[in-house]
Nanobody, 125 residues
Framework: QVQLVESGGGSVQAGGSLRLSCAASGRTFSSYLMAWFRQAPGKEREFVVAITGNGYIRTYADSVKGRFTISRDNAKKTMYLQMNSLKSEDTAVYYC??????????????????WGQGTQVTVSS
């Protein structure tokens, strides 16, 4: 498995921006689909966005399209999530996921074999 560590979470007012990072170590980073999930209190973990190993294909949840941007730097073994126009409903613990395989459509947590510890994002209105 690949080891994943998130950073960059914090508190921001609605309309603001944050950038999350996910640093990977271990297996070949560039070979695998990576993703961000989030989990709000009392809710199930939900898919946010995924990116293929070469970065060519990005799949976004409808709730974040046009506001969030995923990217990766395979040389640095790091994935990023730029979050703009944040809303209170974006408040959650954000998790980095790795060791995934590409498929068409959305993803579930079961599609990924490695997880980070999570980073809290709080958006106040």
């Amino acid at each position: 498995q690949v080891q994943l560590v998130e950073s960059g979470g914090g508190s921001v007012q609605a309309g603001g921006s944050l950038r999350l990072s996910c640093a990977a170590s271990g297996r070949t980073f560039s070979s695998y689909l990576m993703a961000w999930f989030r989990q709000a209190p009392g809710k199930e973990r939900e898919f946010v966005v995924a990116i293929t190993g070469n970065g060519y294909i990005r799949t976004y949840a409808d709730s974040v399209k046009g506001r969030f941007t995923i990217s990766r730097d395979n040389a640095k073994k790091t994935m990023y999530l730029q979050m703009n126009s944040l809303k209170s409903e974006d408040t959650a613990v954000y998790y980095c996921a790795g060791d995934g395989k590409y498929k068409s459509g959305s993803y579930s947590a079961d599609d990924f074999g490695s997880w980070g510890q999570g980073t809290q994002v709080t958006v106040s209105s």
